[in-house]
């Protein structure tokens, strides 16, 4: 069965600062999609990321460069230069390549708080 | 703006009751799928529709259930109202291409609250 886990419940941090959300997931199927979603106060979620699990190459530039390890099961992403704006809450989730968009399992997400 | 609207945007039922949400996609998206929310939790997986077929299939009663029509519309049934129910309703769209392409867009959902 797959499972997302997000074991950061709430985060503050003061504007600018970096701030890393984590994220450790299970699943049977070798190969598999991992995303991350931002979803502001408004309640639309906003897609933000996308990774395949074949392809575990970082983005370790722009403003949310990503960690995927897959020998640890993780995909965390990081917001850099946090901006007040950036206040949300941030669910990762999976979806298994077999049944692509059939069961897309959310984590129960991590509030972050940007402080000004 | 992601070109998904949602109606109503908040409602209220009893329970026993049955409801119909509504989702309006992006013109072209040949996909939609339905999200339940309930407070302080990440959305869980309802159905997801395809060219008008249910496509897959979270785990949830056969007292949900859904319609997708050739408009781009959809529809979110529940018979029964259970006070659980109570929870945002989330639809997404898309235009399915292969999964390295497909982006869901959300509306911004329904807030249903069953007393």
């Known amino acids: 069965a797959q499972k997302v886990t997000q074991a950061q419940t709430e985060i503050s941090v003061v504007e600018k600062e970096d701030v890393t959300l984590d994220c450790v997931y299970e699943t049977r199927d070798t190969t598999y999609y991992l995303f991350w979603y931002k979803q502001p106060p408004s309640g639309e979620l906003v897609f933000l990321i996308r990774?395949?699990?074949?392809?575990?190459q970082n983005e370790i530039s722009g403003r949310y460069p990503w960690n995927f390890q897959k020998s640890t099961s993780s995909f965390n992403f990081t917001i850099t230069a946090s901006q007040v704006v950036d206040s949300a809450v941030y669910f990762c989730a999976l979806s298994e390549a077999e049944n692509y968009g059939q069961n897309f399992v959310f984590g129960p997400g991590t509030r972050l708080s940007v402080l000004p | 703006e992601t070109g998904v609207t949602q109606s109503p945007t908040h409602l209220i039922k009893t329970r026993g009751q049955q409801v119909t949400l509504r989702c309006s996609s992006q013109s072209g998206h040949n996909t939609v799928s339905w999200y339940q929310q309930a407070l302080g939790q990440g959305p869980q997986f309802i159905f997801q529709y395809y060219r008008e077929e249910e496509n897959g299939r979270g785990n949830f009663p056969p007292r949900f259930s859904g319609l997708q029509f050739p408009n781009y519309s959809s529809e979110l049934n529940v018979n029964a109202l259970e006070l659980d129910d109570s929870a945002l309703y989330l639809c997404a769209s898309s235009f399915f291409q292969g999964p390295n392409e497909e982006t869901q867009y959300f509306g911004p959902g329904t807030r249903l609250l069953v007393l």
């Open positions: 990774r395949n699990s074949f392809d575990e």
